[in-house]
């Protein structure tokens, strides 16, 4: 997920970076090794195309920081793109979300842009949290810092508004396909009456005969039907459909995408697809049950809610 810090400020400020889990049973799962990394938007164009992304520890609200674990000085003004990025189990079913809330930090900077004096306000306390002035301020030499942030995540900020603390929550949903296989084989068609012993010759576009027979000769029919049933499209899909010993394969086709339903080409793989691979001399045709016959349906994406077929033709040896 990408986050946005804006420094609305009027004075160069730096930045660490915690994370809370405030699911609070509204996720359904936590994911974990969760890393921040940020980039500064330093050509102001609103996009985080000024470089590679830098990765930062998260360190607690109130704690001291390395000098690896806060954002450079980020001038008034300036944006800053943070991405949090974890793992998901994949045991976490599609739909599943889980809530992850980024706390960001007023820091010190390296050095103060509106302010001339040096020593306490300039490196040497660079990484500090930046705290509100108490008092009255003289307006000499100095700037008085004024927290004037506003309320985030209550829950993930000290006191709310004015503490220097800014939360915000981003919901991770899990969009992932959820697909289901199966398999069916019908007799077709049987050999002739008059001498059953003559193959048939027309099994790759014979009609259904009622109660035909799966016997010597006769045509038989797989189809296989893959379904998908989650939110997202199952990519760089690979089918793969041994036919036993026992049958002569015939002919393979697949349902495509004319109509809306079935499998469409996967833009990721090179090449124009789907590809339905089958044999195509009379040895490959022998089945053997292990290493002829080998029907693959590859280069295959199958969308959201879509069913695609594979249908596969054989007589019976």
Do not use: H
């Amino acid at each position: 997920m990408t986050y946005t810090l804006l420094n609305e400020g009027n004075d160069t400020q730096a930045y660490s970076f915690s994370i809370e889990d405030l699911d609070n049973a509204a996720g359904t799962f936590d994911a974990t090794t969760v890393t921040i990394s940020y980039l500064l938007d330093a050509n102001d164009d609103g996009t985080p195309d000024d470089g590679a992304f830098t990765t930062i520890a998260a360190t607690a609200v109130g704690t001291a920081a390395g000098s690896a674990n806060f954002t450079p000085d980020v001038p008034k003004g300036t944006r800053v793109f943070l991405q949090v990025s974890g793992v998901i189990a994949a045991s976490v079913a599609d739909l599943e979300t889980d809530a992850i809330t980024i706390v960001a930090e007023t820091r010190d900077p390296t050095a103060w842009a509106n302010v001339a004096e040096t020593g306490a306000v300039s490196g040497a306390v660079s990484g500090a949290v930046t705290t509100a002035d108490t008092g009255s301020n003289d307006i000499e030499l100095a700037a008085q810092n004024v927290l004037a942030d506003g309320t985030g995540v209550a829950a993930a900020e000290a006191a709310g508004d004015g503490d220097g603390l800014y939360a915000a929550t981003g919901i991770i949903e899990v969009e992932s396909p959820d697909l289901s296989a199966t398999k069916t084989v019908t007799a077709i068609k049987e050999p002739g009456i008059a001498d059953p012993f003559v193959a048939l010759t027309d099994c790759a576009t014979a009609t259904a005969v009622p109660d035909a027979k799966a016997i010597p000769g006769s045509c038989v029919e797989y189809v296989i039907q893959v379904e998908n049933t989650g939110s997202a499209p199952a990519d760089t899909l690979v089918i793969d459909d041994i036919l036993p010993a026992e049958v002569t394969f015939i002919s393979a086709e697949f349902s495509d995408a004319a109509p809306g339903t079935g499998f469409d080409d996967d833009p990721d793989v090179a090449g124009a697809g789907p590809i339905l691979s089958a044999p195509t001399t009379p040895a490959a045709s022998d089945c053997n049950g292990t290493t002829t016959c080998v029907i693959q349906l590859s280069d295959a994406l199958l969308p959201a809610g879509r069913t695609g077929t594979i249908t596969i033709r054989a007589l019976v040896k």
